[in-house]
């Protein structure tokens, strides 16, 4: 097909010098409209196995749940697609083939929630350690270096049911739980880090207090350092009251102090 359409090309080339009108070629764009499918359906099946053996095999710190899901969406639009194509082609051994990918694909999505939970940037040690005991039965999880095939046991990832009481699809809730846990109690970290951050550009002019050993703030220093004040207290103690600040309390009773004192 690529040498018909190059030879084509040079025939229209030669009669475009030769101010020849263009011949057209309708056997060859129908040959191309009847491959177009066979070619979407290899590509579609060579990208399948590269991307199962990645998703399966590569350990989680190098996995992109944003990625994972993309390609899963696409590759199971293009099966669909071709699926009802052949199907309406007549054509059984090409369907089956299309088929074999998308159910392939359905019985790995279930997995999906779950690398997303465990990529969740925001876990940390104790979470890891919640973690490995409820799947593995282990002290904790190691950093990143599990892949999906140790954290689903075999059963998981090629059954038609994928409710086994085994493996991370078997702690599904205990572990989405704990994933979206490890997520406010980062936002409440990161919220806490900007407080801070947001005093280092804060100047502060102070003036000397005529007949006295002592300073004074004058100038915008003074608005500036209330309003950042009365803004920080307020969101500090709304932290101090959340459930997913437990395990910074300290720090958080700590700044609050400063706050109150300054």
């Avoid at 409209?33 to 979407?40: R, S, T």
């Avoid at 359906?41 to 990645?54: D, F, P, R, T």
């Avoid at 846990?181 to 900007?194: D, G, I, P, R, Y």
Wanted: include cysteine.
């Amino acid at each position: 097909m690529k040498d018909l359409t190059e030879q084509q090309k040079r025939i229209h080339e030669q009669q475009t010098d030769l101010e020849m009108m263009l011949g057209e070629y309708p056997l060859i764009e129908e040959l191309k409209l009847f491959i177009a499918p066979f070619e979407e359906l290899w590509k579609l099946q060579a990208e399948n196995i590269v991307k199962m053996k990645s998703w399966k095999q590569d350990s989680l710190s190098k996995l992109s749940p944003d990625d994972i899901e993309a390609d899963f969406k696409k590759m199971q639009s293009v099966s669909t697609k071709l699926y009802g194509r052949f199907d309406n082609m007549k054509l059984p051994k090409p369907r089956d083939l299309a088929n074999q990918v998308k159910e392939g694909l359905m019985k790995f999505r279930p997995t999906l929630p779950i690398i997303r939970a465990l990529c969740n940037p925001g876990l940390q040690e104790r979470h890891k350690i919640e973690l490995g005991k409820a799947i593995f039965g282990v002290k904790k999880l190691a950093d990143g270096t599990e892949t999906c095939e140790q954290m689903f046991n075999e059963t998981e990832l090629t059954s038609d049911e994928l409710t086994g009481s085994l493996g991370a699809l078997g702690k599904k809730d205990f572990i989405e739980e704990i994933s979206e846990k490890a997520t406010k109690e980062f936002s409440n970290e990161k919220a806490m880090t900007k407080m801070r951050d947001e005093w280092e550009p804060l100047e502060f002019m102070a003036v000397s207090v005529p007949g006295k050993d002592s300073y004074i703030l004058s100038g915008e220093s003074v608005e500036l350092i209330q309003t950042a004040l009365d803004d920080h207290i307020i969101k500090t103690q709304t932290m101090k009251g959340s459930p997913f600040a437990k395990f910074m309390l300290d720090k958080i009773v700590q700044w609050e102090t400063v706050l109150l004192r300054t």
